[in-house]
């Protein structure tokens, strides 16, 4: 919540409260703590996202391939990581040469520009990351965006992908004239760029000194190179400026020498900087690694360090979440750490309060990297007090706290009585990648609960009659209701993934609830397995390994690929609770919820195809094979089934070649798998390759 906070107040007011170091050290927070208590995940996970929607006033873009964010490291143990990854996911042996491009990492903020024919056409923000604010006429106004290209040979389409940004020292002057003048001034270069390049008058913009650095590329019509490195010697070529100091490193050595080269010589640079991106040189091996989630996996940002601070923590409170975790939060003295005032830092759990030994009393030091929620790194004074004792009762129901065995987190057994619990599911049921309903925040969401107005998902839906009620209220203009129950009614038709998504089942977060809309298609098939499924896990209570035992429909469930029994118990117990069946009544008579289209992929052999890998592939991984028919529009599943289509044999496989047969289920060697899927890339590749582009939009 803080970050989106931050977000919206960085994205789209150029005014953020906090250092940017900051801002990523909470997204890294964020991060970390999601992987290492993948239950305090939120629904609207920043993680997940890539900025906000714009704000309007400009013309929107949608961008032709969507422009991603980029996965952080800070120590150098995640830039060796990063290079493992990589090289794990190709196939590499140890001895091959993973060639990566170091350069800057740009404070500014990113822009596509678009050339047809040679001609600039437009240019966007990257906004959402999908969709971005026209900024062109302004774009035109900077001394390094070309409005023609020069020569002749450039290809047909292309989108170059950069950094806007302004000089320190122009910073510094636009500061001055605009404290005379007395106007706003900025907090930095990078606000002071975005709120120059986003003026509605292009004529201020062209009177505020901003330039652009070119460093990566969408929609091409032709390749720009065969490497990032040809890329960016080309796009030099073509007029744009290139950000230095880069370097081709061939170890992870060269790339930390690299690093630590650029934050020495950080402050005699014109421009701030962030970190220094590394990005694998051979674009080959770009398109391979393609993108998880909304990053690339052939690139990643070795972000600078954040800044820390002491303070006192004045008291211990817990926080309880959706499924019931308990968070202890250290309320400190407030303190500011590097331009921002903090008050709170997350404890996580029981055991990090142990291992840290922190009491109520003592003086911690703190680190706010990136965004909002700082940690507590360690005790630096101890204030003598007594140490911490965690509840043993839910501080808002008094229920039990219990803990599963192998678990750091405890959670409230109050369920459904829970009001902690009950909010945080709405909340979560409202968020940005569940219903997204515009209007409808945390604090609404509270504002209704206590008043009654809104107890349980559907009653969202049947706000309309007490619209007068409402706007009898402080805070809420006639328009204001309008606008809210318009967003609602926009949110009765829903995709099942969102759908499912936003009940907010225990382990079931983003990937898991479009793997299962993918699987059952309809809400009706889908809950028809999943009564099935609790159906089965009553029987089979103590049946702990082996999903075949439970029962055909479980098995069916865990076979889906990645799913687990963690997923799949969490969905029994759902279903299985009589409560639960009553909000899914209540909800299928509001809403509309629309079967899940597998992904565009015309034309391929494979589209809608449940496939099976086993055995060692030689060709790709596991990892790229499995990508690979994703994007192709395949499930991918972990176990055979009836209702497999192909599986996939390569070498030393066992049981799942033999149930195959067994089943009847064609089974492909690997080469008959690549023969049948060879030149029926998804609709996007196949485009670039048909041009003989090569984009750094990865594969949707
Ligand atoms: S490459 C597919 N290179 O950092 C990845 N990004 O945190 C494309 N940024 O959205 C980005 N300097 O706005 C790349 N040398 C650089 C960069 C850079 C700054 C920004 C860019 C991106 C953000 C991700």
Same mark, same amino acid.
């Given at each position: 919540m803080e970050i989106g906070?931050?977000?919206?107040? =960085?994205?789209?007011?150029?005014?953020? $409260? /906090?250092?940017?170091?900051?801002?990523?050290?909470?997204?890294?927070?964020?991060?970390? /703590?999601?992987?290492?208590?993948?239950?305090?995940?939120?629904?609207?996970? *920043?993680?997940?996202?890539?900025?906000? +929607?714009?704000?309007?006033?400009?013309? +929107?873009?949608?961008?032709?391939?969507?422009?991603?964010?980029?996965?952080?490291?800070?120590?150098?143990?995640?830039?060796?990581? %990063?290079?493992?990854?990589?090289?794990?996911?190709?196939?590499?042996?140890?001895? #091959?040469?993973?060639?990566?491009?170091? $350069?800057?990492? &740009?404070?500014?903020?990113?822009?596509?520009?678009? =050339?047809?024919?040679?001609?600039?056409?437009?240019?966007?923000?990257?906004?959402?990351?999908?969709?971005?604010?026209?900024?062109t006429r302004n774009m035109l106004t900077l001394d390094d965006v070309p409005e023609s290209l020069p020569g002749r040979d450039w290809p047909e389409v292309l989108e170059v992908r950069g950094e806007v940004y302004m000089r320190?020292?122009?910073?510094?002057?636009?500061?001055?004239?605009?404290?005379?003048?007395?106007?706003?001034?900025?907090?930095? *270069?990078?606000?002071?760029?975005?709120?120059?390049?986003?003026?509605?008058?292009?004529? &201020?913009?062209?009177?505020?000194?901003?330039? %652009?650095f070119g460093y990566a590329w969408g929609e091409v019509g032709r390749a720009l190179g065969e490497t990032q490195d040809e890329a960016r010697r080309t796009l030099e070529g073509l007029g744009f400026t290139l950000n230095e100091p880069a370097r081709l490193c061939r170890t992870v050595a060269e790339m930390l020498d690299h690093y630590r080269e650029i934050e020495r010589t950080r402050a005699a640079l014109e421009f701030d900087i962030?970190?220094?991106?590394?990005?694998?040189?051979?674009?080959?091996?770009?398109?391979?690694?393609?993108?998880?989630?909304?990053?690339?996996r052939w690139a990643i940002a070795h972000k600078f360090a954040a800044e820390k601070a002491e303070t006192l923590v004045k008291d211990i409170t817990i926080q309880v979440g959706r499924t019931g975790a308990l968070t202890p939060v250290a309320n400190l003295e407030p303190v500011t750490v590097g331009g921002v005032v903090v008050s709170r830092a997350t404890l996580h759990n029981q055991d990090e309060i142990e291992r840290l030994g922190v009491k109520i009393g003592d003086k911690v030091r703190i680190q706010r990297a990136g965004d909002v929620i700082p940690q507590v790194l360690e005790v630096t004074e101890d204030g003598g007090g007594e140490s911490y004792r965690f509840p043993d009762k839910c501080p808002v129901c008094a229920s039990d706290v219990e803990r599963e065995e192998g678990e750091v987190v405890w959670r409230c057994t109050g369920g459904l009585i829970c009001d902690a619990q009950a909010v945080e599911r709405l909340k979560h049921f409202v968020s940005r990648d569940a219903f997204d309903i515009e209007g409808m925040g945390t604090k609404v969401i509270e504002e209704f609960w206590t008043d009654g107005l809104i107890k349980e998902p559907a009653d969202i839906f049947r706000l309309a009659p007490h619209a007068e009620a409402i706007k009898g209220r402080d805070r809420w203009a006639d328009q204001k209701v309008r606008n809210l129950l318009e967003a609602i009614e926009d949110r009765r038709e829903i995709p099942l993934d969102r759908f499912i998504y936003a009940l907010g089942i225990r382990h079931v977060g983003q990937t898991t609830a479009k793997l299962l809309a993918r699987n059952y298609t309809s809400l009706d098939a889908w809950r028809a397995a999943m009564e099935r499924v609790a159906d089965e896990r009553k029987e089979t209570p103590d049946e702990t390994k082996k999903p075949d035992?439970?029962?055909?429909? =479980?098995?069916?469930?865990?076979?889906? !690929?990645?799913?687990?029994?963690?997923?799949?118990?969490?969905?029994?117990?759902? %279903?299985?609770?009589?409560?639960?069946?009553?909000?899914?009544?209540?909800?299928?008579?509001?809403? !509309?919820?629309?079967?899940?289209?597998? *992904?565009?992929? !015309?034309?391929? *052999?494979?589209?809608?195809?449940?496939?099976?890998?086993?055995?060692?592939?030689?060709?790709?991984?596991?990892?790229?094979? +499995?990508?690979?028919?994703?994007?192709?529009?395949?499930?991918?599943?972990?176990?055979?089934? +009836?209702?497999? @289509?192909?599986? /996939?044999?390569?070498?030393?496989?066992?049981?799942?070649?033999?149930?195959?047969?067994?089943?009847?289920?064609?089974?492909?060697?690997?080469? @008959?798998?690549?023969?049948? &899927?060879? !030149?029926?890339?998804?609709? #996007?590749?196949?485009?670039?390759?048909h041009n003989g582009g090569n984009t750094q939009g990865a594969l949707l």
């Open positions: 906070h931050h977000d919206a107040l =960085y994205f789209q007011e150029d005014a953020p $409260e /906090i250092p940017d170091a900051d801002y990523d050290a909470l997204r890294q927070r964020n991060l970390a /703590i999601e992987e290492r208590f993948p239950t305090l995940k939120r629904a609207d996970s *920043p993680s997940e996202r890539v900025g906000v +929607k714009v704000k309007s006033g400009f013309g +929107k873009i949608r961008h032709a391939i969507p422009m991603l964010s980029l996965g952080n490291a800070f120590a150098d143990a995640d830039v060796e990581e %990063f290079v493992e990854r990589v090289r794990r996911f190709l196939g590499l042996g140890a001895e #091959e040469e993973v060639a990566v491009l170091a $350069e800057p990492k &740009i404070d500014g903020l990113s822009a596509n520009l678009r =050339y047809e024919g040679g001609r600039l056409v437009h240019a966007a923000t990257r906004g959402d990351g999908a969709e971005g604010e026209d900024v320190k020292s122009d910073f510094l002057a636009l500061n001055a004239r605009q404290e005379e003048r007395g106007n706003k001034v900025f907090a930095n *270069p990078r606000n002071a760029a975005a709120g120059s390049l986003r003026q509605l008058d292009p004529k &201020i913009t062209a009177d505020r000194p901003l330039h %652009f962030d970190g220094v991106v590394y990005k694998v040189n051979r674009l080959d091996w770009q398109q391979r690694l393609g993108q998880v989630s909304r990053a690339p035992r439970v029962g055909e429909a =479980y098995a069916e469930l865990t076979g889906i !690929d990645t799913v687990g029994m963690a997923a799949a118990d969490s969905l029994a117990a759902f %279903f299985g609770e009589a409560h639960n069946l009553t909000v899914l009544n209540g909800l299928a008579g509001e809403l !509309d919820v629309t079967d899940v289209a597998a *992904p565009a992929a !015309d034309g391929s *052999p494979v589209a809608g195809k449940t496939v099976v890998f086993t055995g060692t592939l030689e060709k790709m991984t596991r990892s790229e094979a +499995k990508a690979r028919a994703e994007s192709l529009g395949a499930k991918v599943a972990g176990s055979v089934s +009836k209702k497999t @289509d192909y599986v /996939i044999v390569g070498a030393d496989a066992g049981s799942k070649a033999k149930k195959a047969s067994e089943l009847g289920v064609a089974t492909l060697s690997e080469d @008959d798998w690549l023969d049948l &899927i060879q !030149d029926k890339q998804s609709g #996007e590749d196949r485009d670039a390759e």
